[in-house]
């Protein structure tokens, strides 16, 4: 079945640090890979998407690569922000399993002026 | 304007008594997603309809029930619930598998 495992958090940086978050994924199809965001008290946004194999998405200075050979799409920033804080989940659906869109444990990221 | 809409946003139910949660949207998808989603944990899929297919996760308690009756509207309902079954509950939408959309969530509070 499908699966997505991400690094645990939590993790703290200081503003402008460089932010890495690792997604490693497991799929039996050709899976459309998501980045969404949880801000406290709120629903998820997805925050970026690649569908296929060496697609880059991009959003808000936060960028992610579909790499097919290591089967991931690490979430990484440049300079993050106190704005960003937040819990970030990695995610997959794909046509094998009637597009069922499943979430890695989610990674808290804390970002201290 | 809201697209994907949970009603209620807060609900408390008394335990074992049954509960219907429902969701709507007006984005015409064909996809639907009930979702649970415990305290500082990750979404946890229940289960999913593309268009009136019924995808059931296996580790989905018997106790959670779904019903589609058309595009718009999806509801939850939970036959018997227990204090383990409080949780906020998140319907999302998408077309296809593209950018799925989520409501607000239904917060469920089992007393």
């Known amino acids: 079945g499908n699966s997505v495992t991400q690094m645990e958090g939590p993790v703290t940086l200081s503003e402008e640090a460089f932010l890495t978050i690792n997604c490693t994924y497991t799929?039996?199809?050709?899976?459309?890979l998501f980045w969404y965001v949880q801000y406290p008290g709120e629903g998820l946004q997805l925050l970026l998407k690649a569908t296929k194999a060496d697609d880059k998405g991009s959003n808000k200075g936060f960028e992610a690569t579909y790499r097919k050979e290591t089967t991931s799409f690490h979430l990484e920033k440049g300079s993050v922000q106190v704005s960003d804080s937040a819990v970030y989940f990695c995610a997959l659906s794909d046509t094998d399993s009637g597009y069922a869109l499943n979430f890695g444990k989610g990674t808290s990221l804390l970002v201290t002026p | 304007d809201a697209m994907v809409i949970q009603n209620p946003r807060y609900q408390v139910t008394q335990f074992g008594k049954p509960v219907t949660l429902s969701c709507s949207q007006t984005?015409?998808?064909?996809?639907m997603y009930w979702y649970q989603q415990k305290s500082s944990q990750a979404p946890k899929l229940l289960f999913h309809?593309?268009?009136?297919?019924?995808?059931n996760e296996a580790d989905t308690p018997d106790n959670f029930q779904s019903r589609r009756p058309n595009t718009s509207f999806c509801f939850l309902d939970i036959r018997s619930p227990g204090l383990g079954d409080a949780a906020m509950y998140l319907c999302a939408t998408s077309k296809t598998g593209i950018e799925a959309f989520f409501g607000q969530g239904t917060r469920l509070t089992v007393v």
């Open positions: 799929a039996t199809g050709y899976p459309s």
């Open positions: 309809y593309y268009d009136k297919d019924f995808n």
């Open positions: 984005l015409n998808h064909n996809v």
